[in-house]
């Protein structure tokens, strides 16, 4: 029933804002638990692109509190080894998933026939909607701050004035977004995808790692 609702709200939305809203759900889901072991209810189908935006999240929200987990001051030094390398390995998943997301694109607009004077963008969409899904996080938190019992009066006003901001930057993002999708898909723009290709996580390309080996 979670599914079909969230289905049909998505409807009357333009595509960014559908993603947005997709990751807005995933975000407050996370924090049913608010566990970075829970494992992730994804209510989609398996294979849909709405199933690859929902996981994309729940990695952003486990990676956004692993961030804060670590900067613990009194976190025991081997444990924030583990937990820096637990983020390391999270940052090559949420790579992966922002190239699978732009090969969706790619493939989406492949028939398209690109104008003589077409340009390019300095990011691809999928970056651009990486941006969205750490946006609706940050969203939620400034919220989470703007509403504290604990917190003082000056606390909570600094907190809503940056919580307009970050809500006019959603409008604006999800804006951003649709018409760069509608001029991808008039031939107006065209896209690349570029692999990150970490070096750092290669044994054969890092340094520290490779010279380990001689």
Known sequence: MKEETTADACRELSPAQ?????????TEMYHETDDVDAECPNPFPDGSIQQTLFAKNWVDAVQWHLEDIIRDPNIDPVAALALKRRIDRSNQVRTDMVEELDTYFRNKYAGVQVLD???????????ALDRL????????????????????????????????????QRSDLTTAIDQFLDDIAAGRKYMKVYRQMKMYNDPATNPVLYAAKK
Not at 18 to 26: H, K, L, T
């Open 133 to 168: 899904s750490i946006l609706a996080l940050k969203i939620y938190h400034m919220q989470a701050e703007v509403d504290r019992d604990d917190a003082d009066a000056d606390h909570r006003a600094r907190c809503a004035a940056k919580l307009a901001v970050l809500t006019e």
């Open 117 to 127: 004077d077409a340009t390019i963008n300095t990011e691809s969409p999928a970056w």
């Open 18 to 26: 559908e993603c947005f809203e997709i990751f807005r759900e995933c």
